[in-house]
């Protein structure tokens, strides 16, 4: 079974622009969430979506958005970049997305805002 | 604020002894607990759980054990293996799986040969 493929793996911008990263979750997963890591601030959540839908959000502003297509691949989107916005963007899927199942992780995108 | 704690940024382990990894939380919410280990250019991969019934855990060399009157938790890994290098974070949650999971800022491993 493949597992969590995360697209771009490096992406560099400049501030000011947006910036569009995509997760495949493992085949029947319904549940891809959005997680954050820095060196400073460990792994923040960001959003999980089950079955086209936002089910919970973290505490980022609203320039970080995502949607979920109907087989179950996801995006996220930055708008308007800023440079503490470079981090590490990982993405994890579930089969049901109860946060008490195991967490499936991609390698992530490593995103560089210059 | 944050409610998941790891205070020790790295360990160093002599191969073949005992890697104890700390864990601190402040939410009482918090009755589901995890533990996921990092490598580099790769992402976390689950290791071991607990939840707030049990006070130990085992898998293998990877034992977890949880005071929840001190709100405390720790991963024994026995004997630590070179291959135990990496960064481990633990992550909180609840046991009805609705909260999104809390992770600490890691802990960086390193066995020594």
């Known amino acids: 079974k493949a597992g969590v493929t995360q697209t771009p793996r490096y992406l560099i911008k400049t501030r000011g622009q947006q910036v569009t990263l995509s997760c495949s979750p493992i085949s029947g997963h319904r549940s891809v969430s959005w997680y954050q890591q820095t060196p400073g601030q460990g792994l923040q959540f960001l959003f999980e979506y089950f079955s086209e839908t936002q089910r919970n959000k973290g505490n980022f502003p609203g320039r970080f958005s995502g949607r979920q297509f109907s087989n179950s691949r996801s995006e996220m989107n930055v708008s308007t970049l800023e440079l503490g916005d470079s981090a590490l963007y990982l993405c994890?899927?579930?089969?049901?997305?109860?946060?008490?199942?195991?967490?499936?992780f991609g390698s992530g995108t490593q995103l560089s805002v210059l | 604020d944050q409610q998941v704690k790891q205070n020790s940024p790295s360990l160093s382990v002599q191969e073949g002894r005992i890697s104890i990894l700390n864990c601190d939380y402040t939410?009482?919410?918090?009755?589901?607990f995890l533990w996921y280990k990092k490598y580099p250019a790769e992402g976390p991969t689950f290791l071991i759980s607990i939840s707030s019934i049990k006070d130990k855990n085992e898998d293998g060399r990877f034992t977890v054990f949880l005071n929840k009157s001190a709100k405390h938790l720790s991963l024994h890994i026995v004997p630590s293996q070179p291959g135990d290098s990496a960064v481990y974070f633990c992550a909180a949650s609840t046991f009805s799986g609705n909260t999104p999971l809390v992770f600490g800022k890691g802990t960086r491993l390193s066995v020594i040969a």
């Open positions: 994890a899927s579930s089969s049901e997305g109860g946060f008490n199942e195991k967490l499936f």
């Open positions: 939410n009482s919410m918090f009755d589901y």
